[in-house]
């Protein structure tokens, strides 16, 4: 059995990797990307999604916008194709809760699913 060579190879598949996913694919590398997550799924800081909580940070400051703010992969679109985009901007919050933004993360580590071997070990 052959076992497949990759040009890039990441680990772990919290936000760092994952802007690292998004870039090369809105750049259109051709090269072959896989990352190693030893959880079974994308997730951020699961300790500390504290109802009520915020992330301190302004939204658009996500994953994505400062690269490339027409980017299918920004908080605000994560808000609109969930339907959550005029509830979110009737909250009055100025910085998303943690638990959205950890929804969020999920939400954009789903597209990439298929660049990933969760928890490799079994």
């Given at each position: ?13 919290g936000p760092a990797n994952i ?47 400062p690269r490339n703010p027409r ?52």
């Amino acid at each position: 059995m052959m076992n497949k060579i990759n040009d890039i190879i990441g680990i772990g598949f919290g936000p760092a990797n994952i802007a690292v996913a998004i870039a090369l694919e809105e750049m259109y590398c051709d090269k072959s990307v896989l990352f190693f997550e030893k959880k079974q799924n994308s997730s951020w800081q699961n300790e500390l999604l504290i109802s009520d909580s915020d992330i301190q940070n302004h939204p658009l400051r996500d994953l994505v916008t400062p690269r490339n703010p027409r980017s299918k992969y920004s908080f605000t679109n994560f808000l609109f194709e969930k339907s959550r985009l005029y509830e979110y901007l009737n909250t009055g919050y100025t910085f998303p809760l943690r638990i959205e933004y950890n929804q969020y993360v999920t939400w954009v580590a789903e597209h990439f699913s298929h660049l990933v071997k969760y928890n490799p070990t079994k």
